[in-house]
């Protein structure tokens, strides 16, 4: 970390989310001895999750409990943390560094930006349904279908596709799984697929959701209440992009959502700028959001050498940082 010209904190890397890709970027960066700051908001996608499953050597942890662990880590390494909200990222245009502007009024620069900012669950707007979201109400079978083995799941439908694909992973759990259709229209082989797994489907649209706390007693169609022990929804994934397309990038639609594009390393279309963990990939779950956002910091290092290296050899003193 070094001072800039006007006097900001200059990092080699800004990592703006600090859940489980951006922690882990921040770790691989660190490891390289690169300056990095990670600023975090505080809302992990997670969170209202009892524990966080199919994680390797931390099954079930609580998911605060792994960001906590991860911080940790990422201290012993030198990571620097600003609990704040990035506002603004751009690139002066006589500027070779980016400008990151905090809601602390803090500003930073950086070589390069890691946008780890995850994704919003656009949940249907259905009585009930935020309320339980995370326990209750629940959307992955991977996350959750075990924790459901043996009872009753109700599927409210958002998208016919999406609601079967749902059912019928949810079906091979639990002891009785219902589609509720909330006014969407299942086609004759998608009918047949429920049916072999002895799915229902119930047409109407859903009223209501009867929650006691955060956990789920029945869905209501047309006044009548059907008992469950868990609603799965599909609710709409949208990466945070806001800072994306201030950076100049173009969030890309996805059947899920919308996401930031990347390559297969985690480079945006926009030069320095990254995207790990959800909001490059809707689907990445807390292993494969770290697994991107290791990739992201290694990319991020050897580009950042190679950068170096060209400046020096281009004779362009004050550019190179740490080869001289
Ligand atoms: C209810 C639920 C349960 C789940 N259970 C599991 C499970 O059991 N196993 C599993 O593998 N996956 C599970 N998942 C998926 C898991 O939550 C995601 O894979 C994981 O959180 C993605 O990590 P991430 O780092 O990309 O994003 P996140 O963990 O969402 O972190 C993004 C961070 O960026 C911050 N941020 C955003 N914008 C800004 C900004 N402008 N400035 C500063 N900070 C910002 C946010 O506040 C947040 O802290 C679950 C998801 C949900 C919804």
């Given at each position: 970390m070094s001072k800039h010209g006007n006097e900001q904190t200059a990092y080699d890397a800004v990592i703006?989310?600090?859940?489980?890709?951006?922690?882990?970027?921040?770790?691989?960066?660190?490891?390289?001895?690169?300056?990095v700051l990670v600023v975090d908001?505080?809302?992990q996608r997670n969170l209202p999750a009892a524990g966080a499953h199919n994680l390797l050597g931390r099954?079930?942890?609580a998911p605060a409990d792994l960001i906590r662990d991860g911080r940790a880590e990422a201290l012993t390494y030198g990571v620097e943390f600003a609990d704040a909200t990035v506002r603004d990222a751009r690139r002066e245009p006589d500027d070779h560094d980016f400008v990151v502007d905090l809601?602390?009024?803090?500003?930073?620069?950086?070589?390069?930006?890691?946008?780890?900012?995850?994704?919003?669950?656009?949940?249907?707007?259905?009585d009930g349904v935020s309320q339980a979201w995370g326990h209750g109400v629940l959307h992955c079978p991977f996350c959750h279908g075990y924790e459901v083995r043996g009872r009753?799941?109700?599927?409210?439908?958002?998208?016919?596709?999406?609601?079967?694909?749902?059912?019928?992973?949810?079906?091979?759990?639990?002891?009785?799984?219902?589609?509720f259709a909330n006014g969407i229209e299942f086609d004759d082989?998608?009918?047949?697929?429920?049916?072999v797994m002895g799915v229902a489907v119930i047409d109407g649209v859903v009223e209501r959701v009867d929650v006691d706390g955060r956990d789920t007693r029945a869905i209501r169609v047309a006044g009548a209440p059907y008992d469950v022990d868990a609603v799965v929804v599909g609710p709409r994934m949208t990466a945070r992009t806001e800072l994306y397309e201030r950076l100049g990038g173009r969030?890309?639609?996805?059947?899920?959502?919308v996401l930031i594009p990347t390559d297969q390393y985690g480079a945006t279309p926009v030069a320095g700028v990254?995207?790990?963990?959800?909001?490059?990939?809707?689907?990445?779950?807390?292993?494969?959001?770290?697994?991107?956002?290791?990739m992201v910091g290694a990319m991020i290092t050897a580009d950042l050498l190679a950068e170096d290296v060209r400046a020096v050899r281009g004779g362009i003193s004050g550019l190179a940082r740490g080869v001289e």
């Open positions: 703006i989310g600090g859940g489980p890709a951006g922690l882990s970027a921040a770790v691989a960066l660190a490891r390289s001895l690169r300056s908001a505080g809302a099954e079930g942890i809601d602390s009024e803090q500003t930073v620069t950086a070589r390069r930006i890691v946008l780890a900012t995850g994704l919003v669950d656009v949940l249907p707007d259905i009753r799941v109700g599927v409210i439908a958002s998208s016919a596709p999406q609601a079967t694909h749902q059912a019928l992973l949810f079906a091979r759990l639990a002891k009785e799984t219902a589609v082989d998608q009918r047949a697929d429920l049916g969030p890309e639609d996805h059947p899920m959502g990254w995207a790990a963990g959800n909001a490059g990939d809707l689907a990445a779950m807390v292993a494969t959001a770290a697994g991107t956002g290791v």
